[in-house]
């Protein structure tokens, strides 16, 4: 386990940075967005929030301590211009792929936690996202401890080509050995949740909850339409709809999914 | 060929189909509908047999040989109700300790209104889950088409065999295409790159064995010797799988698809020594 603590935050809170809303457009400064957890103080929508400030909303202080964080992705199958997308969403994110994995408490219950990061690469699932996860589940399956996840993905990294597809049953195959050791895992969708994610690590949790209007799917909603040639409402594919049609345990607000977890956790603490 | 053309050649009619694959290689086929939740889907079609004598459950993705058939099967994209009914056979065959064989040839699950709202993510990722840890030998045939978590829902097995023009990608040539150059016409170089044929695969570790395909499907001498050969080698393969012990079978299985793309070292299980 690694000894480092809380890597530096990127200084969000201190920002001077003006950024728009992604749901209403408005402009407003990063700074009040980070003030107000990534939720539009204009219009109440949910932005995007970085990975490691909701470390920082979620795990008690100072108990989070990162797993395989110097792993990086590598241009396997010699991808076109893959490497320059990998340099490009390394200095967008401050990240070196697209999850942060550890382990942590959450309201005093000790947890294992990955967090996907939507600045790189949309939280495309490659060999390292899907390794680190994997890692993480025979991690807490070892030492009998909950695994907590908060999944944003655009799907499978296609510039990876099979050796992406074949994290998802990777993934899923430790989420089994995990399940069948009697643990616990809660996975958090979050806006957007879709592809080769969803059909596999997003729908395996004991609980499974999204955020208030996430996107979470699995084929592309532009794909449906063109397909059927229906045009579809913007509720399609939302929390609303996933929770409506049986697939989610609840959908939980940014602001109450600490409590919401610390009290899961407490009930299935071993 | 190149890696385009036999994405092609997986489309062209006259090639055999699942159900082909099931007349030829298999005995006293019975097939079972139904997922007992909500529907059947003719897109999979599913059922128990005899394979040299003895029992098996098959599971093969059928997109039809012609147009009505193509409309009917739904052209092999299976909804959520397919990959449920796969799984309640794969299960049985686990209860009654016999092996599953699957056949895959589909250009993606099914993309529509209805299979969201019947949770197509949902059953890809349980027969992901479920396989990986299923009690009994499996063994995926790619026979034709094999594209996205549609084609992998039924591709977590023991061992993957793949014809020599078959295709297996995360994302079909076209939709890559679209994506990365906003132009599908430039498919022929998203198959180039995404090391989509088998060639590429057994390389990786993906796929185990690469099938020699008859010079014409449609002659019926050749495709006969071609079904023989294909069956005695997959009767072969089954009976070892059928002699290792469980815990061995399984954890091998796990091993097959962890080892690839291992990259993090820390809280990851060591690899298991060699049997
Ligand atoms: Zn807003």
Same mark, same amino acid.
């Given at each position: ?126 060999? #390292?996202? $899907?390794? +680190?996860?994997? =890692?993480? %589940?025979?991690? @807490? ?85 063109? #397909?059927? $040639?229906? +045009?579809?409402? =913007?509720? %399609?594919?939302? @929390? ?31 | ?275």
């Amino acid at each position: 386990m690694s000894d480092m603590k809380h890597k530096e935050l990127p200084d969000y809170l201190g920002s001077t940075l003006t950024v728009k809303c992604e749901k209403c457009k408005e402009e407003l400064s990063e700074r009040e967005l980070a003030e107000h957890g990534f939720i539009c103080p204009r219009c109440g929508g949910y932005n995007r929030m970085p990975a490691r400030m909701r470390l920082a909303m979620l795990c008690d202080e100072d108990t989070f301590r990162e797993m395989n964080e110097c792993v990086e992705s590598e241009n396997l199958i010699s991808f076109p211009d893959y490497d320059e997308k990998l340099a490009a969403a390394k200095a967008k994110s401050g990240e070196r792929d697209g999850v942060v994995c550890g382990t942590a408490r959450i309201c005093g219950n000790p947890v294992c936690l990955f967090v996907m990061e939507s600045k790189f690469m949309m939280g495309s699932m490659g060999t #390292v996202v $899907g390794d +680190k996860i994997a =890692a993480l %589940f025979e991690y @807490a399956a070892k030492h009998s401890l909950p695994v907590v996840g908060y999944t944003v993905s655009g799907g499978a990294r296609m510039q990876e080509g099979m050796l992406s597809l074949w994290q998802m049953a990777k993934v899923s195959g430790a989420v089994k050995k995990h399940s069948n050791a009697g643990n616990f895992y809660l996975v958090c969708c979050t806006d957007p949740t879709t592809g080769g994610v969803t059909a596999s690590y997003a729908m395996l949790g004991d609980v499974i909850i999204a955020e208030p209007g996430a996107l979470v799917g699995f084929a592309g909603k532009r794909v449906i339409e063109q #397909v059927t $040639g229906v +045009k579809l409402p =913007a509720s %399609f594919q939302s @929390a609303e709809f996933q929770l409506g049609n049986g697939f989610l345990d609840d959908i939980v607000p940014r602001e109450e999914q600490r409590g919401y977890i610390g009290h899961l956790l407490a009930i299935h603490r071993k | 060929m190149n890696a385009y053309e036999k994405v092609k050649c997986t489309r062209e009619a006259g090639r055999a189909t699942a159900k082909d694959y099931i007349d030829a290689m298999f005995d006293g086929f019975v097939e079972f509908h139904g997922d007992r939740r909500f529907g059947d889907d003719p897109a999979l079609i599913g059922g128990v047999a005899t394979l040299d004598g003895k029992p098996v459950t098959v599971l093969g993705i059928e997109k039809g040989r012609d147009v009505s058939e193509h409309v009917a099967r739904n052209f092999g994209c299976v909804s959520p109700e397919g990959y449920r009914k796969a799984l309640r056979l794969m299960k049985q065959a686990e209860k009654f300790s016999r092996p599953v064989v699957c056949i895959v040839d589909t250009q993606g699950a099914n993309c529509g209104i209805g299979a969201e709202e019947r949770g197509e993510g949902a059953a890809i990722a349980e027969n992901l889950y479920e396989m990986m840890d299923l009690h009994t030998p499996v063994l995926t045939l790619m026979v034709g088409e094999g594209s996205s978590g549609g084609a992998l829902a039924l591709a977590v097995a023991d061992e993957i065999w793949m014809l020599e023009n078959a295709y297996f990608t995360v994302v079909s040539p076209e939709a890559c295409a679209s994506i990365l150059y906003k132009d599908s016409a430039r498919a022929p170089e998203a198959a180039e790159h995404l090391k989509l044929a088998a060639q590429d695969l057994i390389e990786m570790g993906i796929i185990e064995r690469v099938i020699a395909e008859p010079r014409d499907f449609t002659d019926p001498a050749q495709c006969k010797a071609y079904m023989e050969k294909l069956r005695d080698e997959v009767a072969g393969k089954l009976h070892a799988l059928r002699g290792k012990k469980m815990n061995t079978l399984l954890s091998d299985r796990y091993e097959k698809y962890r080892k690839i793309g291992r990259c993090a070292p820390e809280g990851a299980m060591p690899a298991p020594k060699k049997h």
